[in-house]
């Protein structure tokens, strides 16, 4: 069965620090751009950060830049989240997915694209900012 696992959320208080980690499973990450996402009661879904399959290739959103970062262990089939600096406003139900579009055919690289491009989505990790 193909499917991510998250984990790492919980209860911080805001400026602490949480690593939240997404395991995959039924694949290999190695040929995947993986994003990860948040929603937020009564809020839709937004990416938050993506990693492509192989240069490292990062984005984040504005909300959370010099907060976060995202790296990937392909041994460990594994994708991170590395959160400092939590605010309220960071809490949220995090997930992750993995950007369904094939690689280039010619570099082997698998980019970050389009909300709609991604899937394989998890059962998400809660995220809770609160002093």
């Known amino acids: 069965q193909v499917q991510f696992v998250e984990s790492g959320g919980g209860l911080v208080q805001p400026g602490g620090s949480l690593r939240l980690s997404c395991a995959a499973s039924g694949f290999t990450l190695d040929y995947y751009a993986i994003g990860w996402f948040r929603q937020a009661p009564g809020k839709e879904r937004e990416r938050v950060s993506c990693i492509s399959s192989s240069d490292g290739s990062t984005y984040y959103v504005d909300s959370v830049k010099g907060r976060f970062t995202i790296s990937r262990d392909n041994a460990k089939n594994t994708v991170y989240l590395q959160m400092n600096s939590l605010k309220p406003e960071d809490t949220a139900v995090y997930y992750c997915?993995?950007?369904?579009?094939?690689?280039?055919?010619?570099?082997?690289?698998?980019?970050?694209?389009?909300?709609?491009?991604?899937?394989?989505w998890g059962q998400g990790t809660q995220v809770t900012v609160s002093s």
């Open positions: 997915a993995a950007d369904l579009t094939p690689p280039d055919m010619h570099t082997g690289q698998a980019v970050c694209g389009s909300f709609g491009d991604f899937g394989y």
